[in-house]
């Protein structure tokens, strides 16, 4: 069954806003870390956010101030508000989940259990 499934992406002009949103299906969103991810043309995917089962989010110091990650525990979505968005957002933005956390730097997406198919945001 699917697990993870990202809405939300489309197309925005610079300096406007868009919230990502991950259907969590529940037997992940009660045991794994989640968060977000993005990749953009040529580029590795990198970590954005993450959250455990209890706690605050973390994020990746180049995310830091723009982007905001929560949960709808009663829903089970995660969310991902990004704000202020630069042409340097456009990107696939990807959900994923593990049973650790994570470190949020680079190399780390290939080691991820489970992946959302993405959702694509494009800023002009």
């Known amino acids: 069954h699917v697990q993870l499934v990202e809405s939300g992406g489309g197309s925005v002009q610079a300096g406007g806003s868009l919230r990502l949103s991950c259907s969590v299906s529940?037997?992940?969103?009660?045991?794994?870390?989640m968060g977000w991810f993005r990749q953009g043309p040529g580029n590795e995917r990198e970590p954005i956010a993450e959250?455990?089962?209890?706690?605050?989010?973390m994020y990746a110091n180049p995310m830091k101030g723009r982007f905001t990650l929560y949960k709808d525990n009663r829903k089970k979505i995660l969310y991902l508000q990004m704000n202020n968005l630069e042409p340097e957002d456009s990107a696939m933005y990807y959900c994923?989940?593990?049973?650790?956390?994570?470190?949020?730097?680079?190399?780390?997406?290939?080691?991820?259990?489970?992946w959302g198919q993405g959702t694509q945001v494009t800023v002009s």
């Open positions: 529940e037997d992940i969103y009660s045991t794994y870390y």
């Open positions: 959250i455990g089962r209890e706690g605050g989010p």
């Open positions: 994923a989940a593990d049973k650790t956390a994570w470190p949020l730097g680079r190399g780390v997406a290939d080691f991820l259990e489970i």
